[in-house]
């Protein structure tokens, strides 16, 4: 089945950046320090979030040009230049805006020693670079996307993460560990990576037409990505705000101890988000309400059978893999924030499936309404939380936003019912692990059969629903063959 290859290309081109973080974040720590490792993750939120100048036209060029099956080339053609050149003028908007808005962000918002300070302020000018180069790769991606082009995709797409993985690591081992360089390092590399995309895209799409940019495309790229602005707005500050909070309230350090268990746990949503890449096209092409539903069930019941026991192992094994990653001491700051973050994650994977749906049914209102209400609550109740509990607080925010949103979705994916059934069972056994971790930290070996009687049951839904899914599949074939 090409959903299954495509989802498994993505998976792998994801999974292979996860592995050299594994293997990078212990050396980095090492060399450059976790205040000076906080910083860096700091410029790595604010410039990612300064992606939302792409107006969300990645998405819309996928989606545009998936519904574009039997169209005449050059029809394609002029999508793809029209997004470009929109792409770059709102980047180089961006890259513009970007240098003044981090220097007054990162002077008067962010508790970072002086030293350091300085460091930030002259890699700067080198980070401004990562506008236009993500409002660019995101349009080259979806017309990879549109096409099912998941090998090369994510063939140059891992690439490019091993290399912004490793690239600063060189120039800290040989130059030095000042922040320019990193950072510096880091742009070269996401510049690079454009000239690949390009030459392929030009390949599927361009050659033998000449650059036209087209008024009427222009605008229906724009105003289904207005929407998906406001949804870009509002939903990456919710997931960035706890970060920035942190950083304000309590310093870089305490970042560290915070960003990296969020790093960790936030890789689990790599089969989700491989997933519905290769659904989104699927939903844009669909013209029945029941076939997108069909798709919605098949994506959670994926996600529900393969994540709920990876995620609950995570929840029991959170202490003693930081301890043996890192250290004991970051164990001791970080085990519990973990365990949260885990179980947040795993609802966060699952509400991809919706949120998917809606934007490609050309829905993204919808998405973008939903998180405007959140905004103000999440942003209360996180500054509250830091206050009373510190970084459990915020993950423990965290983690009700991500519920909220993913039961809000749901409903108006007019999924929330079926959802409902299919993940109750596993959603319960989830709940009982994460009390059972915050509540003895495992510290003593008689809890351990209770965890491991929880995991088992969760391990029992998803061989029964594997079964029951595969005689769905066969008695359909069975009935097609008659």
Same mark, same amino acid.
């Given at each position: 089945?090409?959903?299954?290859?495509?989802?498994?290309?993505?998976?792998?081109?994801?999974?292979?950046?996860?592995?050299?973080?594994?293997?990078?974040?212990?050396?980095?720590?090492?060399?450059?320090?976790?205040?000076?490792?906080?910083?860096?993750?700091?410029?790595?939120?604010?410039?990612?979030?300064?992606?939302?100048?792409?107006?969300?036209?990645?998405?819309?060029?996928?989606?545009?040009?998936?519904?574009?099956?039997?169209?005449?080339?050059?029809?394609?053609?002029?999508?793809?230049?029209?997004?470009?050149?929109?792409?770059?003028?709102?980047?180089?908007?961006?890259?513009?805006?970007?240098?003044?808005?981090?220097?007054?962000?990162?002077?008067?918002?962010?508790?970072?020693?002086?030293?350091?300070?300085?460091?930030?302020?002259?890699?700067?000018?080198?980070?401004?670079?990562?506008?236009?180069?993500?409002?660019?790769?995101?349009?080259?991606?979806?017309?990879?996307?549109?096409?099912?082009?998941?090998?090369?995709?994510?063939?140059?797409?891992?690439?490019?993460?091993?290399?912004?993985?490793?690239?600063?690591?060189?120039?800290?081992?040989?130059?030095?560990?000042?922040?320019?360089?990193?950072?510096?390092?880091?742009? !070269?590399?996401? *510049? +690079?990576?454009?000239? &690949?995309? %390009?030459?392929?895209?030009?390949?599927?799409? #361009? @050659?033998?037409? $000449?650059?036209?940019?087209?008024?009427?495309?222009?605008?229906?790229?724009?105003?289904?990505?207005?929407?998906?602005?406001?949804?870009?707005?509002?939903?990456?500050?919710?997931?960035?705000?706890?970060?920035?909070?942190?950083?304000?309230?309590?310093?870089?350090?305490?970042?560290?101890?915070?960003?990296?268990?969020?790093?960790?746990?936030?890789?689990?949503?790599?089969?989700?988000?491989?997933?519905?890449?290769?659904?989104?096209?699927?939903?844009?092409?669909?013209?029945?309400?029941?076939?997108?539903?069909?798709?919605?069930?098949?994506?959670?019941?994926?996600?529900?059978?393969?994540?709920?026991?990876?995620? !609950?192992?995570? *929840? +029991?094994?959170?202490? &003693?893999? %930081?301890?043996?990653?890192?250290?004991?001491? #970051? @164990?001791?700051? $970080?085990?519990?924030?973990?365990?949260?973050?885990?179980?947040?994650?795993?609802?966060?994977?699952?509400?991809?499936?919706?949120?998917?749906?809606?934007?490609?049914?050309?829905?993204?209102?919808?998405?973008?309404?939903?998180?405007?209400?959140?905004?103000?609550?999440?942003?209360?109740?996180?500054?509250?939380?830091?206050?009373?509990?510190?970084?459990?607080?915020?993950?423990?925010?965290?983690?009700?936003?991500?519920?909220?949103?993913?039961?809000?979705?749901?409903?108006?994916?007019?999924?929330?019912?079926?959802?409902?059934?299919?993940?109750?069972?596993?959603?319960?056994?989830?709940?009982?692990?994460?009390?059972?971790?915050?509540?003895?930290?495992?510290?003593?070996?008689?809890?351990?059969?209770?965890?491991?009687? #929880?995991?088992?049951?969760?391990?029992?839904?998803?061989?029964?629903?594997?079964?029951?899914?595969?005689?769905?599949?066969?008695?359909?074939?069975?009935?097609?063959?008659?």
């Amino acid at each position: 089945m090409s959903l299954q290859r495509h989802t498994a290309y993505n998976l792998i081109g994801q999974a292979l950046p996860l592995v050299v973080s594994l293997l990078t974040i212990p050396v980095y720590l090492r060399l450059i320090g976790e205040t000076r490792f906080g910083v860096l993750a700091l410029i790595w939120l604010f410039f990612g979030y300064l992606g939302l100048f792409d107006l969300g036209i990645g998405q819309a060029t996928a989606r545009q040009l998936a519904q574009m099956t039997g169209k005449p080339k050059s029809e394609h053609a002029k999508v793809l230049w029209t997004a470009l050149s929109l792409s770059l003028g709102l980047g180089l908007a961006g890259a513009l805006a970007a240098q003044p808005l981090g220097a007054w962000f990162f002077t008067q918002h962010s508790s970072i020693e002086v030293g350091l300070r300085v460091e930030l302020l002259a890699a700067l000018p080198w980070a401004t670079a990562l506008v236009p180069a993500t409002t660019l790769a995101g349009v080259l991606s979806g017309s990879f996307q549109a096409r099912n082009a998941f090998g090369e995709l994510n063939l140059i797409g891992a690439s490019v993460s091993v290399l912004a993985l490793l690239a600063p690591l060189a120039v800290a081992m040989t130059i030095g560990i000042q922040l320019p360089g990193l950072v510096a390092a880091v742009v !070269a590399v996401r *510049l +690079l990576v454009l000239v &690949p995309m %390009l030459l392929r895209c030009g390949t599927h799409y #361009l @050659a033998g037409s $000449s650059v036209s940019v087209d008024g009427q495309y222009a605008w229906q790229l724009l105003r289904f990505g207005g929407w998906t602005t406001v949804s870009g707005i509002v939903g990456p500050l919710m997931t960035v705000a706890d970060r920035f909070a942190i950083g304000a309230q309590l310093g870089a350090k305490s970042i560290s101890y915070y960003v990296i268990p969020f790093q960790m746990t936030e890789r689990t949503t790599l089969l989700s988000s491989a997933l519905n890449q290769a659904l989104f096209p699927r939903f844009a092409r669909s013209t029945s309400d029941a076939e997108r539903h069909q798709l919605a069930m098949f994506g959670l019941r994926t996600l529900g059978v393969w994540l709920s026991p990876l995620m !609950a192992a995570g *929840l +029991l094994l959170s202490a &003693p893999f %930081l301890a043996w990653w890192i250290s004991p001491e #970051l @164990a001791v700051q $970080s085990a519990d924030v973990m365990q949260v973050l885990c179980f947040a994650f795993w609802l966060n994977s699952l509400a991809i499936v919706p949120f998917t749906k809606l934007i490609a049914s050309g829905r993204p209102d919808l998405v973008a309404k939903s998180h405007m209400v959140e905004l103000l609550p999440y942003l209360a109740a996180l500054y509250i939380a830091l206050q009373a509990w510190g970084l459990v607080g915020a993950a423990a925010v965290f983690t009700a936003r991500v519920a909220i949103d993913f039961l809000l979705l749901s409903y108006l994916a007019g999924t929330l019912l079926s959802t409902l059934r299919l993940l109750a069972i596993p959603a319960v056994l989830m709940a009982a692990i994460l009390a059972l971790v915050m509540r003895t930290k495992l510290s003593s070996t008689s809890q351990w059969p209770f965890g491991l009687v #929880l995991l088992l049951a969760l391990l029992a839904w998803s061989l029964i629903q594997r079964i029951t899914a595969n005689r769905g599949v066969n008695h359909d074939a069975h009935a097609r063959s008659n």
